[in-house]
């Protein structure tokens, strides 16, 4: 969630006479945690999940989908009986953590998964739980729904305008009769001074004040209002040229129009929201020592494109089909600060001083690796706050990571508390979290934090045990949360807060944090049994790189080495985006990824200069071919997974079947004997009987979209859809066998002692009718769902 410290947020202006002095101290400070953590070792191998989802209110008489803004009162809730919990000495199964949006929450685990195999069977029974937990605190009509982008978040009230054929495309237009329609529950028409868009209203921003100061310095930064465009699907009736639009007239002439110069074929947004309000799912993982944690995060680099596009889930924006399933692009400009300088579109001053041009968005993709071995795969020109490199180096930071941290450095804080502008740097690492949170790459390296003088009075998270409790989407970084931060009325501060990240060890792990990396690419998926496979998938890739896999006719142990040219991985990025990727595109990737020995980070650190030469870059790229995300994912990494399993032995029969179901999700999914999430909403939307092959996703459409992925996800509302009416008017059937086959089985949830919620208690939830827990099922098989189906069809009836 980024670092949620309590305090007053300093508007840019108040805050860029501060942005030196606070990359002076974070330095410091990521200094000392280098002196005093570098050398540990044997720290326990434990990891951790989040999710994220979104609240879905169902209107069912006036047949609408709308996005909930009550997350808040549920987070409220759930944070209350958290820390009733913990007074008892007790561990909650989960915790519940805010998001950008109102309308969002994200969940991990209480308490971080261990390090043997067998913990792997916890993830999917905890997630149950929470869903579990927080379906006592909706109203009957309100859903929870993992899913990565809401489909009319801010869809105009009139279907795009058609230009004639051949006609000159006159650009974006505005119109004071165009509205955008209602998304939300309650409504708040488009207005706002921090987000200035033309789509979403600032009601959209979750309550805490770094949010609304986050969208609002993002844009003053920059210099106006970002701009994110994705291509629409061009189907047999969308008008074409596509021009989206007319859209509303807006209150901020200066930055609140769109760009002149955006281009047919287009669909334009123009907030924050549009980006860090999507969700996902994360995973983060605690090496044993810094060694371990940079082997980890540059292995892992490679993998981020490709299962992107595996756990593709987004193709539908501001209520239009696009022609990509994915969503990292779109959060990357809906942050994107950088002045038309740092863009390279205009040239610096040439009697002022040289500032940096930027290649990409702060919110982007890898730009270097970090072991010394790595140096030939970095082949990407790095820029980098050269003074902050030097002192990094010179304090004995080793020079990969002194270069990644240089690079980091070249941003400027977005949020600054007027009352934590001072900081103890021999025991906080706020000012550094500061800048490391507000880079959100594929992969986050994450050290440990300083010890803190005293003990924090705040709720903590698990984000730093080895669990992501923020990342995401939403500013989200893996930091974690520095205190109960929903309407909390304005604090009164009498000296510097330590945030969460520094202090949650005291609650989360016996020891303290130590070198953790964290995968953030995956996109969320539906149910939890799905969740769960691309969790444990990436927790099994972790243990494969780290532990290397034993040959069984040999008995030696060979490793894996996936590093390819950096470039590759953004061009392969690039790939990953695009419509059904998973089975159209080809992916950069190694021929062969055994490797004899272990060729991780034993050489020496090398200078400053050390961009990849020619050669290094011709004998890289000579280890790749071109390859599916199928051969990638289920010929080449799960079978080495399959032989990690087979050799670490230690599981009964059912618990090695549990495993494999999940690597066969992630193996179907990716050879495409099943969906993709992206892939089966698109074809539900086209064979809905309201589609008019326009790209238009209507309300009535999104509206029975909504439903049918409620009962996909949930067992308590597997009647959501079809009911009769909807068999008898010829809407899409689920067909989930296309998602899964018949792979999901029952699980038990992990079992919690659900309170009583007087607002909601009229629910039908069987999360508020025992005070002994529960055990739940996973995503019910088609079997079970049209038994479940007609059940509620005679109840109808009758």
Known sequence: MGLLSQGTPLDWADAVPHAESIRADG???????????????????????EIEGVLVNLDEQGKAARLGLRAGRVLDKLMAEEEDIKATGRTPVALWRPEYGRYMLECTPGSPYGPHVKDLLQVEPNMVARREMISGHLRPNERLLTITTFPRLGALAAPVSSLAEGAVDPGPQMAPEAEVAPFTEPWHP??????HSLFAPDELINTHPRFRTLTANIRQRRGAKVCVAVPVFRDTNTPWPFRDGPYPVTPHPVDGAPPADLPAGQIYMDSM??????????????????AEARRLYDQMIPLTPVLMAVSAAAPIWRGYLADIDCRWNQISASVDDRTRRERGLEPYPADGPAGYVIGKSRYGSVDSYLEASSDRFNDLPLVMNEPARERLEAAGVPAPIARHLAHLFIRDPLVLYRELLVQDNAHSTDHFENIQSTNWQTMRFKPPPLAPLTPPSIVPSVAASAMPSPTGEGPSSGEAIAAPVVNLPPPTVDAPKQDQQETEEDYCLEGPLGWRVEFRSLEVQFTEFENA????????????????VRCPTTGTTRHVDFRMPITLVDENLERAHRRGAVLTE?????????????????????????????????????????????????????????QYLDAA?????????????YLDLVAGRASGRYQTNAAWIRDFVRAHPAYKQDSHVSDEINFDLMRAISAISSPSHAADYPTPADLAAGLPALNTERLWGSLPRPVAAARFAPLSDPETSGCASSAASSTEGIILSAPPSATSRAAAATAAAAAASS
């Open 190 to 195: 488009q207005h706002g001074d921090a987000a």
């Open 273 to 290: 929201c549009f980006g860090m309000g999507n969700c996902c799912l994360q995973t983060t993982f605690q090496a044993s020592c810094i």
């Open 649 to 661: 032995g230690g599981l009964a029969p059912e618990q090695r079947a549990t495993l494999d179901r």
């Open 533 to 548: 496979a691309f969790a444990v998938f990436t927790a099994l890739l972790a243990r494969l790189i780290v532990e290397g």
């Open 27 to 49: 330095l410091t400070q990521v200094i000392n945690v280098f002196k005093s953590a570098s050398a540990r070792k044997n720290d326990p191998r434990l990891w951790g999940d």
């Open 586 to 642: 080809k992916f950069h990737f190694r021929r062969d990824s055994i490797v004899d020995g272990d060729d991780g980070g034993s050489q020496a650190a090398t200078s400053e200069d050390v961009r990849a030469s020619p050669e290094d870059v011709a004998a890289a790229r000579d280890l790749l071919e071109e390859q599916s995300a199928g051969r990638i994912v289920a010929e080449t990494i799960i079978p080495l997974i399959r």
